[in-house]
């Protein structure tokens, strides 16, 4: 498969420079997901990929060679759309097999390849139905066949999943992420949905306001966040930022915030060395603050709650820490009542650190 490559991708409309300078390589075979709230510049990218947008400046490499002035057909790409893009008035068959037709392709080498990709998405049953007669899952599946027919060597897909309900997004999500193990492509795809960035990519790239803010596996960008917009931007529910100051006391180096005060270990220490500031953004994922009443005062924070949100076997807390919300993750059996003030211990490993200045993290 080809390696995909963006070098000082630049996008203007008029004056107004929406895409700036992006650099960006693709592995053989990769599944990229481009993540960012609406407006980040994440479909614009896909598009000028895709060739449906033209190109400000710099240039797309596919395999080596530079693509940017090429049309849409040129560039060996196959596009999901969001709105599916179905003919209403052809069945899933005709619509799967549109290109295959436009480029007069043998009837048996046609029909072979439907079927193989019916069988693949579940949709066997489905293809003499037209778009009317499916639901939202199904004609979605439909679009995604009609990509795989054209056994392109790379698949771009814009926002699949955001027109569908909660279940079957989820139950889509699923699906790709089967479909990606069957086949061995290049795929690019768009999303506002963190979960779906987290779940599907081999790697993330999290981009706000046009430029590229970090890129790297999931578990990569979950763990070490570059800076406190990519930290707050991946998980659910998101990050805490707690303002604090490092102060001396005694023969201990403490962290001190509204409602608590942390004594930090060797390692802490060290990281904090490195702050620019003795006054920081401190990030703690609601995952890893743990109920605790008997924990020491040095390394706990104390909550007041505000609501208690019941998800199943989970609860999310929220919280007023000092006048700043918290969010807490918690079994949902744990003695909870609106009001009440609740201690966490916080693991120091755990703990994120950001300058206030520009949001970068610290060590």
Do not use: W
Request: aromatic letters at 6%; one cysteine or more; hydrophobic letters at 40%.
């Amino acid at each position: 498969m080809p390696k995909i490559k963006l070098e000082n991708l630049t996008k203007r409309y008029g004056k107004v420079e929406v895409l700036h300078s992006i650099n960006l390589e693709m592995e053989d075979a990769e599944f990229t997901v481009l993540v960012g709230p609406s407006g980040c510049g994440k479909s614009t990218t896909l598009r000028m990929i895709a060739g449906l947008e033209s190109v400000s400046e710099g240039e797309i490499y596919i395999d080596g060679r530079a693509v940017s002035r090429l049309e849409p057909k040129e560039r060996d790409l196959a596009m999901v759309f969001q709105d599916y893009a179905l003919y209403p008035h052809m069945n899933v068959a005709k619509n799967m097999s549109f290109a295959l037709r436009l480029q007069k392709r043998p009837k048996k080498e046609i029909d072979q390849k439907i079927g193989d990709v019916a069988e693949m998405l579940g949709l066997t049953d489905y293809l003499h139905r037209k778009p009317a007669e499916l639901s939202g899952g199904q004609r979605q599946r439909v679009a995604m066949g009609r990509a795989l027919t054209r056994d392109s060597s790379t698949f771009l897909f814009d926002e699949p999943l955001s027109n569908l309900d909660a279940k079957l997004r989820t139950q889509m999500r699923a699906e790709l992420a089967t479909l990606r193990q069957r086949v061995h492509k290049n795929m690019i795809y768009v999303t506002h949905d963190q979960i779906e960035a987290m779940t599907l990519a081999d790697r993330i790239v999290v981009m706000h306001a046009g430029k590229i803010q970090q890129q790297g596996t999931p578990e990569a960008l979950f763990k070490k966040p570059i800076n406190k917009f990519v930290a707050g931007f991946l998980g659910t529910p998101p990050m805490n930022f707690l303002q604090a100051s490092i102060e001396q006391e005694g023969d201990g180096t403490y962290l001190t915030g509204q409602n608590f005060k942390i004594r930090c270990d060797e390692p802490t220490m060290q990281r904090l060395n490195k702050a620019k500031s003795s006054t920081l953004d401190l990030g703690i994922r609601p995952s890893d603050l743990l109920y605790d009443p008997a924990a020491p005062v040095e390394s706990a924070i104390e909550v007041d709650v505000v609501v208690s949100e019941y998800v199943g076997a989970q609860s999310v807390l929220i919280g007023d820490c000092g006048g700043e919300k918290v969010m807490v993750e918690l079994k949902s059996d744990t003695p909870v009542k609106l009001g009440e003030k609740l201690k966490f211990k916080v693991d120091l490993a755990e703990l994120h650190f950001f300058d206030m200045s520009d949001g970068q993290s610290i060590g």
